[in-house]
């Protein structure tokens, strides 16, 4: 009987259950390694901060006299490094300006302006936005709807975007 014959040999079987268990041995030490040795890479997370924008009390005008325009407040969350935010302020319809920090005490475009003292932006610090002395209007006529982006540098991401409305 032919399966009396093949009852007494021997299957590749457990040979090759050892090679597949090694295979996996091996993948799983190297999962492991990289992450204990951090080959994984590091990924930087954007800060997270609770930010208000506030009309100033400064009335907007639109006769070529610099003006305080709104206010940045910093109500809680991380504290922003100025040297890794940008400033993106914008009329609804109107003009459109970048402000970057210029390493000494302000943030700077050739039409806005935001004085910071120390290079950080922290919980409980006021910051006026305003028009640079001598440049043309930011605002050409008001109430006016100014929106600001606070981005974050090294990952490119949006910390905070918000309107206000300003008169």
């Not at 003006?67 to 969350?77: A, M, W």
């Not at 932006?121 to 100014?146: C, K, L, M, N």
Request: include cysteine.
């Amino acid at each position: 009987m032919w399966w009396g014959v093949l009852k007494d040999r021997k299957g590749v079987s457990p040979v090759i259950g050892v090679i597949l268990m090694v295979a996996i041995t091996v993948i799983l030490a190297a999962v492991i390694a990289s992450f204990v040795f951090g080959m994984g890479g590091k990924v930087k997370a954007a800060p997270n901060a609770q930010i208000m924008l506030e009309d100033n009390d400064d009335m907007v005008n639109t006769t070529g006299e610099a003006d305080k325009l709104f206010d940045i407040v910093h109500y809680g969350g991380d504290t922003l490094k100025c040297n890794e935010i940008k400033l993106v302020v914008s009329v609804k319809g109107g003009n459109t300006s970048t402000l970057v920090w210029d390493g000494t005490d302000s943030f700077d475009s050739d039409e806005l302006t935001c004085n910071v003292s120390d290079g950080l932006i922290s919980v409980g610090d006021r910051y006026t936005v305003e028009e640079t002395s001598g440049g043309a209007q930011f605002v050409d006529e008001v109430p006016a709807t100014i929106t600001l982006k606070i981005i974050h540098i090294p990952t490119n991401s949006i910390i905070f975007e918000g309107d206000v409305l300003v008169q």
